[in-house]
């Protein structure tokens, strides 16, 4: 089966630009999660999507960022206007079921460079 | 604040021998612990979990072992190999919450 698919790969834009992530997860995965990792930090929870809804948005950052997934399917996630402090890889999850007996599975990320 | 810390940044074992990394965690509502390892340029891969109720799990040559009242986990690999070197995050998740929450990392050089 194909994994959870992550475009692009690398972004570079300029400080106040607008940057959208796009997360392809495992087909048949109605859980999809966005993570962060800032250099050398830990691996951190933005949001969960059941399916279309939210789940979970309690670890994004602040309103500049926002993730959609209409029809359950694939996600986006759209940093406007971005900051310096947005710079980091992007990972994007999806898993069959919710909790403990169903572990995440990653794309690749998108590493996320603003100047 | 951190809930899950991985003090080693680093840690470099020969070929062969045992590694050991090591996890403490602050929060002692977690009752479901993951590892994860993760090569350069590809998003971190499951590894092995452990339940509370279980003080010790075993998949092949991972062990993972939990001391409850030491809040502490430890990933053993034994014995080492040169496809081991990368680096693992340790993870932990309260009565099934999919936030799972992870420590900062452990790279592993597997020395020939």
């Known amino acids: 089966e194909a994994g959870v698919t992550q475009f692009p790969s690398h972004s570079v834009i300029e400080k106040g630009q607008t940057v959208t992530l796009r997360c392809d997860p495992i087909?048949?995965?109605?859980?999809l999660y966005w993570y962060r990792r800032v250099m050398g930090k830990e691996i951190k929870f933005l949001l969960h999507f059941v399916k279309e809804s939210k789940q979970d948005e309690s670890g994004m950052p602040n309103n500049r960022f926002l993730a959609e997934r209409t029809g359950g399917t694939y996600s986006t996630l759209k940093v406007q206007p971005a900051e310096l402090e947005d710079s980091g890889v992007y990972f994007c999850a999806s898993s069959q079921f919710t909790g403990a007996n169903s572990p995440l599975h990653f794309g690749n990320g998108t590493r996320l460079t603003v100047t | 604040d951190q809930q899950v810390k991985q003090n080693s940044p680093s840690l470099s074992v020969q070929e062969g021998r045992i590694s050991i990394l090591n996890c403490d965690y602050t929060?002692?509502?977690?009752?479901?612990f993951l590892w994860y390892k993760k090569y350069p340029a590809e998003g971190p891969t499951f590894l092995i979990s452990?339940?509370?109720?279980?003080d010790k799990n075993e998949d092949g040559r991972f062990t993972v072992f939990l001391n409850k009242s030491a809040k502490h986990l430890s990933l053993h690999i034994v014995p080492s190999q040169p496809g081991d070197s990368a680096v693992y995050f340790c993870?932990?998740?309260?009565?099934?919450?999919?936030?799972?929450?992870f420590g900062k990392g452990t790279r592993l050089h597997i020395l020939p």
């Open positions: 087909s048949g995965h109605d859980n």
């Open positions: 929060n002692s509502m977690f009752d479901y």
């Open positions: 452990i339940s509370s109720i279980k």
């Open positions: 993870a932990a998740s309260v009565g099934g919450d999919d936030k799972i929450i």
